[in-house]
């Protein structure tokens, strides 16, 4: 049995948005829960077709993301795809030969080839995938093919994108794959993609339209209610002593995400009376939090942003460190141009986030309190 908990709105809107052929981009913070959520709804998938289920958060290359999306097809949408190719003859025979490879080379049951050695012919495969592609959208035409997959549930999606970019892969080509899967969701396949940094501001840092995200409807997961993450609790803990001061430990957290939640119950599971909580919440809980959460955004800080972008990104996230937690509201119009790029990189890199009335945020309290106290700030 699943031990997924909560987020029934979420599933809801976005089983409905798949089985009306609409595509969902789920975004969140790190650790907010989006791997398990996409997780969930695979799992309950009960209709007909194949769900092509991929992480790419490990991908540096196309060819390897192009690879195994094919590896996971099923197999009469590649019969199909491969009937159209050789009839048009629109790519050399050296690819032709590759895609009967893989599908010769699939597993009937598991779909699964093995991608960790690219071949040589690598740069020929990714340089006619849009060929690839348009048989791939001239087999949804057919019926008998076109049900034979679900939908796409992609994890990471901006992370591979973040990948390519960063050895180097042009823009241009980043831009052709990314609308090839418009125009295969405009075709039918539905997409449910996910993301720890923000895919918007990806692209417009590099100057790739955002043209070729049409489509695409957001879905932003926050953090537990207290009265989900105290059942969250209650759950996890059950008969444990330390079950009796569940409000102590959601008085302490910074945040009810299930990172955070977790890493409460793992070490209060070790103590053999409720009296100690408070005291492994101050020696234990929080450090363990400040370690994995704060140091990924520290380590962003310091990466990727060079020269003067960082002072530009220290100002800007102190004034919203002074700020009430709802955020404050800051005037782009009157803003530098460079700092205009770091407003859009501390959103892709989910430092902050929008707020009402023209306003900005920390993304989680976690995040302010982590600044505030990095500044010496008080009160």
């Given amino acids: 049995m699943s031990e997924f908990m909560f ?39 009960t209709g007909s077709g194949t769900v092509v289920d991929l992480d790419v958060s490990d991908y540096i290359s196309l060819y390897s993301f192009y690879s195994e999306l094919l590896a996971k097809m099923p197999k009469p949408f590649l019969r199909r795809v491969i009937k159209l190719l050789q009839a048009a003859q629109s790519i050399p025979n050296g690819v032709m030969n590759w895609l009967c490879r893989h599908i010769g080379s699939v597993d009937a049951k598991i779909f699964k080839i093995d991608l ?17 592609a348009k048989a791939m959208l001239e087999s949804l035409k057919d019926p008998s093919v076109s049900d034979e ?10 992370f591979m994108l973040k990948n390519l970019l960063d050895r ?14 418009r125009k295969l969701r405009a075709g039918g396949i539905p997409m449910l993609l996910s993301g720890s940094i923000s895919l918007e501001n990806l692209l417009t840092l590099h100057n790739i339209p955002h043209t070729v995200l049409g489509g695409l409807q957001r879905e932003n997961l926050r953090p537990f209610s207290r009265d989900e993450a105290r059942s969250y609790l209650e759950t996890k803990l059950a008969n444990h002593p330390a079950a009796t001061e569940i409000e102590t430990v959601l008085d302490r957290l910074p945040d009810f995400i299930p990172d955070f939640l977790d890493q409460s119950v793992h070490f209060l599971c070790g103590l053999n009376s409720a009296n100690d909580v408070d005291v492994t919440m101050d020696n234990s809980v929080l450090p363990a939090i400040r370690r994995s959460f704060n140091e990924q955004f520290q380590e962003r800080l310091n990466s990727n942003y060079p020269g003067t972008e960082q002072s530009c990104a220290e100002q800007l996230l102190d004034q919203l460190a002074n700020a009430p ?16 790029r770091v407003l859009a990189k501390l959103k892709y890199d989910m430092f902050i986030e929008e707020a009402p009335a023209h306003g900005y945020r920390f993304t989680l309290n976690a995040l302010r309190l982590w600044w505030r106290n990095q500044r010496g700030m008080t009160g």
């Avoid at 959520?37 to 799992?43: G, H, S, T």
């Avoid at 997959?149 to 901006?158: G, K, M, Q, S, W």
């Avoid at 937690?325 to 205009?340: F, N, Q, W, Y």
């Fill in 116 to 132: 960790r050695e690219p071949p040589a012919d690598e740069a020929t495969v990714t340089r006619y995938w849009e060929s690839i």
């Fill in 325 to 340: 937690e709802t955020g404050a509201p800051i005037d782009t119009r009157e803003l530098p141009p460079t700092h205009h």
């Fill in 7 to 45: 987020r029934d709105q979420e599933i809801r809107r976005i089983q409905t948005a798949l089985q009306n052929k609409k595509s969902i981009l789920l975004v969140g913070i790190r650790r907010i829960g989006k791997t398990m959520l996409m997780q969930e709804i695979v799992r309950r998938h």
């Fill in 149 to 158: 997959i679900a939908f796409f549930a992609i994890d990471e999606f901006p």
């Fill in 168 to 181: 180097k892969v042009p823009a241009e080509e980043i831009t052709v794959a990314l609308a090839m899967l």
